[in-house]
Nanobody, 135 residues
């Protein structure tokens, strides 16, 4: 069964760092693109960072210069290094993956625009991991 599993969330103070991991298994391993999204309380799920099969990386403006997405293909794992965390970064962070080219383009666009995405918009989703930033 296709699965994405996130880990690495937690509680930190402003200015702190966390690294999230997302490991793909089953049918989710053969994905063309992967990305990170987040949903804060009372807000829609929004794109944060993504990369496509060609290695193009995209970030939302709100996290540029602070967050870094990377991957380890041998481990089927994608990482999100988050530095200089701010109060507004508090959210549940979700990993998403796609194996269809048009939807990969849409994922990239969603991230670049910091636009919202529904829970069913992309092919595979993880269960989410909570990130809480406090002062």
């Amino acid at each position: 069964q296709a699965q994405l599993a996130e880990s690495g969330g937690g509680s930190v103070q402003t200015g702190g760092s966390l690294r999230l991991s997302c490991t793909a298994s089953g049918g989710a391993s053969s994905n063309l693109c992967m990305g990170w999204f987040r949903q804060a309380p009372g807000k829609e799920r929004e794109g944060v960072a993504s990369f496509d099969g060609g290695g193009t990386i995209s970030y939302a403006d709100s996290v540029k210069g602070r967050f870094t997405i990377s991957r380890d293909p041998d481990k089927n794992t994608v990482y999100l290094q988050m530095n200089d965390l701010k109060l507004e970064d508090t959210a549940i962070y979700y990993c998403a993956a796609e194996s269809r080219f048009p939807e990969c383009i849409r994922m990239q666009t969603t991230v670049i625009l910091g636009a919202s995405a529904s829970a069913t918009e992309f092919q595979f989703w993880g269960q989410g991991t909570q990130v809480t930033v406090s002062s």
